[in-house]
């Protein structure tokens, strides 16, 4: 078989177990449902770091954020790591983006006045830009200009909910926007995407498209008939303690984050929160089912190795907050489908193996027949890809546990430090997930965590002061210690200069050892 094609589709911020080939009780995904009977469906895949731009800085170079420093939205990415894009263009593909990789560039070398340090959604290097769609929107706002509507001024305004009366059992997210289904966001990128596949269908050389939609990342707003898809009374209850005030006293962290992101504090507002969430994932599957179908009618799918997954999740209400950060599983654990017909395993398969989104750069790199660098913290999928494995069935020494990050330091305030008195450096949360417990460990003279997760699995009640957990959390911590010594970055330790010159010995490729 030839080299494939690539498919590379983000979801922003997609909870894992929204996905009806899942089991979830309300949510549809046909899309994604055919995709994973297609292929493969890692059913305990998580992201490394929230929010958006350090998430995909993990997706797309392969590091852990304690090795690609990416700390949040705007942080600068060096330019002299490995990058997805870069990389597969060393193998003879011209990697093209539909959407956005959340980059901040590099500033060292530039001019103070580089426009490049006022834009913190810069295109990540290597990628040809074929639409460019992030938090600005413009692309999406000329398009519906084009097609007749009239846009708001500031244009944010397009995102406002229509002046309609919302009906008995609906809740504050129900109204639909000004635009309908046809003219979302998805579908403008979805279009794009299309028009691109017609333009290249006749290409000789394999293709590569990072296609990266917004949905269903925030705002909670849906057209019809997406809007009224879902009854609030229908959907799963958060998980979350009895009050706001009883989540605040877990930690002082909760406490404080709990003031800038809470959930509804009205049930229905709440219900209906997560009914909006549900159909906006939905809408966004029926335009990526439009792309896939466009692959297939042109013959072309069979040529090309998709995968879909997320930079992140959505708390969604559970823990009484919204939007993604901390140390729970919901803002972490997100879907990772990959459909290869080139794969000698059978399609269909359910991998419950522990699995990163570092392991995603690796896996492509492979099936396109190149290597991961050294400097790599994930590892290649294809064992899962090129064998009947299923359920906890996972090659030797693959990982028995994760590893993610929180980093909350804010430079352009001094907020936190006085809010917490403590030091930038100490505004950092590192998280060791296996399949029975978390724990939760900060920078700062903060308490940890710790959760069993086999007789908690909603994460309610830590066990960080309960005597019988101390030997469990001094585990974790030392297990914790050892992953972040193995994977300090390592471009340079395997060299030594010598009288006769560089000698240079590598390590063999990473296994996905014990958590990492």
């Not at 990959?338 to 193996?353: A, D, L």
């Not at 299923?390 to 990982?399: C, I, Q, S, V």
């Not at 965590?449 to 957990?469: I, M, V």
Request: proline content about 10%; aromatic content about 8%.
């Amino acid at each position: 078989m030839r080299r494939p094609n690539i498919l590379l589709v983000t979801l922003d911020q997609f909870r894992a177990e929204c996905l009806g080939v899942a089991g979830h009780p309300v949510v549809r995904t046909p899309t994604l449902d055919r995709l994973a009977t297609e292929g493969v469906r890692f059913d305990n895949h998580f992201s490394n770091c929230a929010p958006c731009s350090p998430g995909r800085a993990s997706l797309l170079t392969g590091l852990w954020q304690m090795n690609h420093r990416v700390v949040d939205n705007g942080a600068p990415l060096a330019d002299d790591l490995p990058m997805l894009p870069r990389l597969l263009r060393d193998l003879g593909y011209t990697p093209t983006l539909f959407g956005y990789t959340d980059t901040a560039l590099d500033p060292r070398g530039r001019a103070d006045d580089d426009p490049a340090l006022r834009n913190w959604e810069e295109p990540m290097a290597g990628f040809d830009v074929a639409v460019m769609l992030d938090e600005q929107i413009a692309p999406w706002l000329e398009w519906l200009a084009d097609e007749g509507l009239d846009v708001p001024d500031p244009p944010f305004g397009v995102y406002r909910h229509a002046d309609v009366e919302i009906p008995e059992g609906r809740g504050a997210s129900w109204p639909p926007p000004i635009y309908d289904a046809d003219h979302t966001e998805s579908a403008f990128i979805s279009n794009a995407a299309i028009s691109w596949l017609d333009d290249h269908s006749a290409d000789t050389e394999p293709w590569c498209l990072h296609l990266s939609y917004l949905r269903p990342h925030p705002p909670y707003i849906v057209p019809a008939p997406y809007n009224d898809m879902y009854d609030p009374a229908d959907v799963p209850p958060p998980h979350r303690l009895e009050s706001i005030e009883a989540q605040a006293a877990v930690h002082p962290f909760l406490a404080a984050a709990l003031n800038v992101v809470p959930s509804p504090a009205d049930d229905l507002d709440q219900a209906q929160l997560r009914a909006t969430y549900y159909g906006m994932i939905t809408e966004v599957d029926a335009q990526l089912g439009r792309v896939i179908d466009a692959l297939r009618d042109r013959g072309q799918l069979d040529d090309t190795i998709v995968v879909v997954t997320s930079d992140h999740g959505e708390q969604l209400g559970d823990h009484w907050l919204v939007e993604k950060l901390g140390f729970y599983d919901p803002s972490y654990r997100i879907p990772l489908i990959v459909r290869w017909p080139g794969m000698t395993g059978s399609p269909g398969r359910v991998v419950e193996s522990f699995t990163e989104n570092v392991d995603v750069l690796p896996t492509l790199l492979d099936v396109c027949g190149g290597n991961a660098p050294e400097f790599c913290d994930g590892a290649s999928l294809r064992p899962f890809l090129d064998s009947e494995r299923r359920g906890l069935d996972a090659p030797p020494r693959w990982r028995d546990a994760v590893l993610f990050e929180y980093d909350f330091r804010m430079p352009t305030t001094t907020m936190i430090e006085e809010l917490f008195g403590i030091r930038q450096d100490e505004c950092a949360i590192s998280v060791i997930r296996d399949r029975h417990g978390k724990y939760v460990h900060f920078a700062a003279d903060f308490p940890s965590l710790c959760f069993d997760l086999d007789d908690d699995p909603g994460e309610l009640r830590d066990r960080s002061s309960d005597p019988a957990f101390t030997e469990r959390m001094l585990t974790y911590a030392q297990r914790m210690l050892d992953l972040r010594l193995r994977h300090t970055d390592s471009r340079l330790t395997g060299s030594r200069v010598t009288a006769d010159g560089l000698v240079h010995r590598p390590d063999p490729p990473r296994p996905a050892v014990g958590g990492g």
